[in-house]
């Protein structure tokens, strides 16, 4: 559910790891992003102002996510416990970053994938949006960048992908007209 989460918001590995349940509103798409946790596990305030944000999530992820709820539930209720975290561990406690971050190179490796990190789920999501034609400030937005100049220089190289392929496809639109 963590690299589901990571990949349809764009958050920081360790933003997503502080989000509680209260951070989360099912009934309106949101996600408030009001901490992150620092090296040591301790929650901490976001990297920048800008970090602070609220952010809508898809219909699929709610419905991930009220799943995902229910069924912690359902485990705490077997141990006593109720879950104020959304990513912890069996005690609720804050998932400790270094554990996740090995999970993810073991799962990597078991898939015979490239091993790129937590930051390739955010890298990607940025990517799938700005994919999307979605301006370059909205993007800057919603990861929390606080200057559009990091977006873009971090982007910017997939705009000019979209351009060589919007040539392309006028090309061949082109093509089609003609021998119509």
């Keep these: 559910m963590l690299?589901?989460?990571?990949?349809?918001?764009?958050?920081?590995?360790?933003?997503?790891?502080?989000?509680?349940?209260?951070?989360?509103?099912?009934?309106?798409?949101t996600i408030d992003i009001n901490k992150t946790l620092n090296i040591l596990n301790q929650v901490n305030s976001p990297k920048t102002k800008s970090s602070y944000r609220v952010l809508d999530?898809?219909?699929?992820?709610?419905?991930?996510?009220?799943?995902?709820?229910?069924?912690?539930?359902?485990n705490g209720r077997n141990i006593g416990l109720t879950y104020e975290k959304v990513f912890s561990d069996s005690f609720d406690n804050y998932v400790n970053t270094r554990k996740v971050d090995y999970r993810l190179h073991k799962h990597?490796?078991?898939?015979?994938?490239?091993?790129?990190?937590?930051?390739?789920?955010?890298?990607?999501?940025?990517?799938?949006?700005?994919n999307a034609g979605l301006p370059y400030k909205e993007i800057q937005t919603r990861l929390g960048h606080a200057?559009?100049?990091?977006?873009?220089?971090?982007?910017?190289?997939?705009?000019?992908?979209?351009?060589?392929?919007?040539?392309?496809?006028?090309?061949n639109a082109l093509e089609k007209i003609k021998s119509s």
């Design 147 to 171: 200057k559009i100049s990091v977006t873009m220089d971090t982007y910017s190289h997939l705009s000019k992908e979209n351009q060589k392929r919007a040539v392309s496809f006028f090309e």
């Design 57 to 74: 999530i898809d219909h699929k992820t709610v419905l991930m996510l009220r799943l995902y709820r229910a069924r912690q539930a359902e």
């Design 3 to 29: 690299y589901k989460t990571l990949l349809a918001t764009g958050l920081r590995i360790r933003e997503c790891l502080a989000l509680e349940w209260s951070d989360i509103d099912l009934q309106n798409g």
């Design 108 to 130: 990597l490796k078991s898939a015979n994938c490239t091993d790129l990190g937590f930051h390739a789920f955010r890298h990607t999501h940025a990517s799938i949006l700005l």
